[in-house]
């Protein structure tokens, strides 16, 4: 029997969680290969300085039945303005039964046009720039539309990771999974959404950490529409 082929995007910058949570799941699946694919063998750096090393290229990459790809402020940025990644994802979600993202990586699906029309999420920052790719905005944590299933921000993958399991492999498979990384969140705080945080610390990050991504976003795409 071949294997369950699932393969994630890298790119310099990309937030090394939006990759690592889903990956640490879905690793686990039983009768699974894991694919880390980037345009080509040399080590990715993440936003937080930790390497990542490919397994593949998009030359050699082999057809994938769930292609991911991850997000990244800055790193997200460039990936949409470069052609080849664009067209990479646009060749494997062709044929790939899950087509998926994880936090601001829903821009690089939309810019490759697999999001046109349907309904997604992305890192709250940015869900007002959705319409942006001619996605509708759903608010959840995890969001799917046919085949398309995309997640909010960077642990917003651990959930996506732990539906994909249980749609692939069965919620009792999903559940074990869930147990052995002992994956039981009770943050300090209660200000890891939005709706909650405090509406000083919502306006810092908008005008400091998020303010100049999302003024790149809006060039990047409409430059990306382009190509």
Known sequence: MSPFNIGFVVFPDLT??????????LSRLPQSAIHIIAKSEAPVPSDCGLGLVPTHTFANCPPLDLLCVPGGSYGVVQAI???ETIEFVRRQAGAAKY???VCTGAFILGVAGILKGRRATTHWAFTDLLPLVGATHEKARVVRDGNVITAGGVTSGIDFGLTVAAEIAGETTARTIQLGIEYDPAPPFDAGHPDRAP???KSALLSGRYDEPRSAF??????????
Do not use: C, H, K, Y
Request: charged residues 20%.
């Open 218 to 227: 809006r060039a990047g795409i409409d430059n990306a529409t382009r190509l």
């Open 81 to 83: 303005g470069d052609r």
């Open 199 to 201: 509406a000083a610390i």
């Open 99 to 101: 087509v998926t993202s």
């Open 16 to 25: 090394q969680l939006d990759f690592t949570g889903p990956l640490q799941i």
